[in-house]
C-alpha cells in the first residue's frame, strides 16, 4: 500500500490555463487555482476538466510520425540537425535555423504551410513534412513545395545562380512510391545523356514501414515509439521525454492541442459562411451566427467584392 507521503511524491503538477492538474499513473484530478477542489462545478469546468483529460491522455499516445507533434520535437535545431544527418547521411551538416509551421505565401494561387522548414550554414533550405495520409504526400505536392520555397527564399535583384539549393523531404507512414526502398531520391536528369540537370533541387521519400537496423531504420523505429524509453536516438527520446513528462512541456502540447481546436472551429465557420454567402443572406446575418466579424465575412465574400 502506497503511504500518504509517497503517493504525493509521485504525482505530476501541470499548471495551464488557470488549472492545476495531478497527476501520477493511477490518479488524475484538477484543481482550480485559487479554490478547493470541490463537486460544485459549472458546466463550462466540467468541459474545460473533460477536454483537458483528454488532452493528456493524447499527448501520452503522441509519436514522432504524428504531425503536430512532429513540429513541436523538430523545431528544436538539434533535433532537426541530427534527423536531416540521418536521412542525408552528413555528420557534417549544421542547421543555422529553424521554423515550425512556417507559411509560404503565393500571391497569385495556393499558399503553403510548411512542417519545418530549416537552413544550413551553407544556405541550403530544408523543407520537413510528415505525412499519415497517402493524398497528403502526392508526388506533385513535392513539386509545388519546392517551387514555393525557391519564390520565397530569394529577394528582388537576387541573381538565378544565388538560389538556393532546396530539399523537400517527405516522411510518409506508407510506401508511397511502392518499391519497398527505405529512401528514394528524386533529381532532374537530362533523359538524352543520362547526366544531372544540376538545378540544386532535390526531393527525398523517407519509407518509414521500413525498420531495419541501419541509421535509418533506427530512426524510423523512433518515428513510432510512444515511449521515450524505447528509443534509440537520446537527442529525440529527451525533447520527446521533455513534451510527455516535464510539466512545462505537457502544458506546451495542452496549448497546441487548444490552438488546433480553435483553428478547426474557425474552418468550420468560415466555410459555413461562404455557403451562407452563396445562398445571399446579409453580411451580418452571417456575422451572427457564424461569430465571424462583418469584415472577415466581406472580405469572404468574392462575388459582391468583385
Not at 532546396?166 to 519497398?180: P, S
Not at 521500413?210 to 523512433?222: A, E, S, V
Amino acid at each position: 500500500m502506497v503511504r500518504r507521503g509517497e503517493f504525493c511524491a509521485t504525482l505530476k503538477k501541470v499548471r495551464f490555463c488557470g488549472i492545476l492538474y495531478v497527476t501520477n499513473d493511477s490518479f488524475k484530478c484538477y484543481i482550480k487555482v485559487g479554490e478547493p477542489m470541490g463537486e460544485n462545478k459549472t458546466p463550462q469546468e466540467l468541459d474545460f476538466e473533460r477536454k483537458h483529460e483528454e488532452y493528456l491522455h493524447r499527448i501520452q499516445n503522441l509519436r514522432l510520425i504524428d504531425d503536430n507533434f512532429m513540429t513541436k520535437v523538430f523545431e528544436d535545431k538539434e533535433c532537426s540537425e541530427f534527423l536531416l544527418q540521418v536521412i542525408l547521411d552528413r555528420d557534417d551538416l549544421t542547421i543555422r535555423e529553424v521554423h515550425s509551421q512556417y507559411g509560404l505565401n503565393n500571391i497569385q494561387g495556393r499558399s503553403a504551410r510548411l512542417d519545418i522548414l530549416a537552413v544550413d550554414e551553407q544556405n541550403k533550405a530544408y523543407n520537413i513534412e510528415i505525412q499519415r495520409n497517402d493524398r497528403g504526400a502526392e508526388v506533385r505536392r513535392a513539386r509545388y513545395n519546392s517551387g514555393l520555397m525557391d519564390a520565397n527564399i530569394t529577394e528582388p535583384g537576387d541573381r538565378y545562380d544565388q538560389l538556393y539549393e532546396t530539399y523537400v523531404i517527405f516522411i510518409t507512414e506508407n510506401d508511397i512510391l511502392k518499391a519497398g526502398l527505405p529512401i528514394y531520391h528524386i533529381e532532374r536528369t537530362i533523359q538524352e545523356t543520362g547526366m544531372p540537370f544540376g538545378d540544386g533541387a532535390h526531393i527525398i521519400y523517407v519509407n518509414s514501414q521500413i525498420k531495419d537496423d541501419t541509421k535509418l531504420g533506427r530512426l524510423m523505429q523512433d518515428f513510432t515509439c510512444t515511449n521515450p524509453d524505447d528509443m534509440n536516438y537520446p537527442v529525440l527520446a529527451q525533447r520527446v521525454r521533455y513534451f510527455k513528462e516535464d510539466t512545462k512541456g505537457v502544458a506546451t502540447m495542452c496549448r497546441a492541442f487548444e490552438e488546433v481546436r480553435e483553428e478547426g472551429k474557425r474552418e468550420q465557420a468560415v466555410e459555413f459562411a461562404r455557403s451562407m454567402l452563396a445562398d445571399g443572406m446579409p453580411y451580418e446575418i452571417v456575422a451572427k451566427y457564424t461569430k465571424l466579424s462583418v469584415e472577415e465575412v466581406k472580405a469572404l465574400d468574392t462575388k459582391r467584392s468583385a
